[in-house]
């Protein structure tokens, strides 16, 4: 599933192109792709002007010009393709949507993302609100989220990737993060020092901060950005995937567990904490 890096690389992209423009006319190609809508989205769309492109943690949304927000969760395989109409022809095209002469195009293989037309509280879609803040935004604190963490009687791993408590980590930067900062996954957060924890999630930060600057993670050909192109950090990963690798920090053969049924790769050598 795209992380932070990927879901705002695709933001970045999509706030670039389609800022100030207006739905022409939709086409909904698969109903999943729309489902949790009680409107049509090919009768509310058009008309609307995307006022803004904003994301918590793995969402995002277009600010909309009637005061609503339209959602879209990328999940597993969601791909959001800016180009001249037609130009998508893939098999998997879920939505697409003329602005002009533009044409955004949503491309879905395994159909688990969506759009959806919600409210917006506070400025946060109504069903994004249980999400937590991610360590990108203004409001994020990271002690606050420590002390929140250190409460927990679960795996560190299992707690990064718990989106009420900070949003936006994947299994990948959650593994890097934890090779940087030395700390098992599957240590029990509760156990964790306050620094400990708190250096942990700086260093989420910082791991989803140089991919970013690499375009985000491509493993295949399901995460690109809106221009069809991949991100290369997976070039600099230093545990997620790497089993069988000598660390980079020790030398060390990487290895592979299971935690609460999600891969976990680590160094045995150099993550005590």
């Not at 989106?163 to 993060?177: C, F, K, L, P």
């Not at 991100?231 to 020790?250: E, H, I, K, M, T």
Request: include cysteine; glycine fraction near 8%; hydrophobic fraction near 40%.
């Amino acid at each position: 599933m795209p992380e932070l890096p990927e879901v705002e690389v695709v933001r970045r992209g999509l706030a670039d192109h389609l800022i100030g423009a207006t739905f022409d006319e939709v086409e909904v190609l698969h109903p999943r792709a729309a489902r949790g809508n009680d409107v049509r989205l090919e009768d509310i769309l058009p008309g609307l002007v995307i006022n803004d492109v904003r994301r918590r943690g793995k969402y995002l949304w277009f600010v909309l010009s009637d005061g609503f927000a339209l959602v879209i969760h990328l999940r597993m395989s969601g791909q959001m393709l800016v180009g001249k109409p037609g130009e998508v022809t893939s098999k998997h095209l879920r939505i697409r949507a003329q602005l002009g002469d533009r044409e955004l195009a949503f491309v879905d293989q395994r159909t688990f993302g969506y759009w959806q037309y919600a409210p917006l509280m506070d400025d946060i879609p109504a069903t994004v609100s249980h999400i937590a803040p991610d360590p990108f935004e203004g409001e994020f604190d990271a002690a606050e989220v420590a002390r929140r963490m250190r409460k927990k009687n679960s795996a560190v791993k299992t707690v990064l990737l718990d989106q009420s408590i900070v949003s936006g980590i994947g299994s990948i930067y959650a593994d890097e993060a934890m090779w940087a900062a030395g700390v098992l996954p599957t240590r029990k957060a509760k156990a964790l020092r306050q620094r400990d924890a708190v250096r942990l999630l700086e260093e989420s930060r910082e791991v989803m901060l140089r991919a970013l600057e690499q375009g985000g993670t491509s493993f295949d050909a399901l995460y690109v950005n809106v221009n069809g192109a991949s991100g290369y950090f997976s070039r600099s990963l230093n545990a997620y995937g790497q089993v069988d690798q000598p660390c980079a920090r020790c030398g060390q053969p990487i290895v592979r567990t299971k935690v609460n049924g999600r891969s976990s790769y680590f160094c045995q050598n150099c993550q005590k904490l």
